[in-house]
């Protein structure tokens, strides 16, 4: 082992002791929270004044092996910080969710995905073992093997059985570009169908497929971004100046190529946030000549959205103008392929948001997670839609219109966003049998809160 990685290891060692440290400082009447300086969590939550366990120490890569093609990773290491570890070794982590402030931890406990899902599934399922601080203050190790139960409920618990302060994950290789294929369809059900038969066989047409994502403008405008990894050089664009990647997807008919560094592909939704960041004005030209290319970033634009959130800022200025407030629709959802068509046929038609976000996956773990029951082997398209519409007549009107369909479609929807299930509802989609055997070994105290809790009651 390399001095390098004596040092980290070190450093992680003295991390998991201020985390535990700080932990059993915490009154027993207390709840017991997380200190993150960042999150990518789009839900509002009742204020709390107790102090949040220390992960300052816990933020960095201990390790990256080259022969293994695995990496030793803090919980609260970003992907940004984890991906500069395995670039320079021609390795990227399996799926490298789209934000860089989305750290290892959140991503497995939250869930994640990107445009490798549909041959590399969730970032969950790279994970050889995990080392997590529990509800009991202990600190276990958790693999297939030893403490699986807790292993396979960690996913999707949104730290309510526990926090990872180490990863063990898979790598893969990578080349140092990716080849662009944008493919413009007149027509939704032609757009799905295309992309099972990628799916499928890992090819459009002759060529390999090895990213997979898409864009919806319109019932009649959308388009499959296929990507292949490439050595071959050549000119490359460059979306952090002034050019807009989504916007330059964009076409008549036909297909569309372009060509990106890894690193940019990677990150190519992170300068403006997918197209959020058009909210914030950084998407006029003049505003984005002035625009710091640092302060061009996902953590940015959250960051004005926390103070708008904190301060009203939208819904004063709809009032100025005679309008009502607006409802947050922030959401990912996942339908089986084959009802796609209808549920995109029916967002179209009653929701005004768009662009939407489409990238399918498939689980490769046989074993399956409970607490985000969909079936391994089974093609889902993930479809992101991220912005506001008028409020209705109850509140998050809208989300819960949305949350019928996606049940109705059998499908699920993450829960980093406003929820307003019931509980019963709640329980039925997202595995409570499971999830109460795990929480009552691991944390029997109710430490951490419980899920329900926290994702639909916003504690």
């Known amino acids: 082992m390399s001095a390098p990685a004596i040092d980290a290891r070190t450093a992680h060692a003295a991390g998991v002791e201020r985390l535990v440290g700080s932990y059993r400082a915490v009154p027993a009447s207390a709840p017991v929270r997380l200190a993150k300086p960042t999150s990518n969590l789009f839900r509002s939550r009742r204020k709390v004044h107790a102090r949040g366990l220390d992960t300052s120490g816990l933020t960095g890569v201990i390790e990256v092996d080259p022969l293994s093609r695995t990496a030793d990773v803090d919980g609260m290491c970003t992907y940004e910080d984890l991906l500069a570890a395995t670039l320079p070794f021609g390795l990227t982590p399996l799926v490298v969710p789209q934000l860089k402030t989305i750290t290892l931890g959140g ?5 994640g995905i990107e445009s ?8 969950h399922e790279s994970v050889r073992e995990m080392d ?13 093997a030893d403490h699986a139960d807790l292993f396979r409920a960690f996913p999707n618990s949104y730290g309510t059985l526990g926090y990872a302060v180490r990863l063990r994950i898979e790598l893969e290789r990578v080349e140092p570009f990716v080849a662009l294929t944008h493919v413009r369809f007149h027509a939704l059900a032609d757009l799905v169908a295309a992309m099972d038969r990628i799916v499928a066989t890992g090819r459009f047409g002759d060529a390999r497929v090895d990213y997979l994502d898409g864009v919806v403008f319109s019932a009649d405008e959308a388009y499959l971004c296929l990507g292949v990894q490439t050595a071959a050089p050549g000119p490359v664009s460059d979306y952090t100046r002034q ?6 997807i964009r076409h008549d008919d036909g297909t569309k ?6 690193h940019d592909y ?6 403006d946030w997918f197209w959020c960041s058009e909210a914030f004005g950084a998407q006029h030209p003049f505003v984005r000549r002035i625009w710091p290319r640092r302060y061009r970033r996902s953590r940015s634009y959250a960051r004005l959205m926390r103070l708008e959130r904190r301060f009203d800022v939208g819904d004063r200025l709809e009032k100025l103008h005679g309008r009502p407030p607006r409802e947050r629709v922030i959401q990912d959802i996942e339908v089986p392929i084959a009802r796609c068509v209808e549920f995109l ?3 179209l038609a009653r929701v005004p948001i768009e662009p939407i976000w489409l990238c399918p996956l498939r689980l490769r773990d046989d074993a399956g997670w409970p607490l985000y029951p969909i079936p391994p082997r089974e093609t889902y398209v993930n479809v992101g839609f991220w912005s506001t519409v008028p409020v209705g007549n109850v509140e998050g009107e809208t989300n819960r219109m949305i949350e019928r369909e ?6 699920h929807k993450s829960l980093y966003s406003e929820a307003f299930y019931s509980r019963e509802e709640f329980d039925t989609l997202y595995g409570a049998a499971a999830y109460r055997a795990v929480k009552e070994r691991y944390d029997p105290d109710s430490r951490l809160l419980d899920l329900y809790a926290k994702a639909v009651q916003r504690r």
Do not use: C, H, K
């Open 406 to 411: 996606v049940s109705e479609l059998d499908g």
């Open 345 to 347: 046929e029916w967002f």
């Open 107 to 111: 991503a497995v406990t939250g869930l």
């Open 132 to 144: 997590i601080l529990t509800g009991a203050g202990r600190v276990v190790t958790a693999s297939p």
């Open 257 to 262: 190529a372009d060509r990106l560094t890894a």
């Open 266 to 271: 990677l990150w190519r939704w992170d300068a």
């Open 243 to 248: 050019q807009i990647y989504y916007r330059s």
């Open 116 to 123: 490798p899902s549909f041959r590399n599934g969730m970032p």
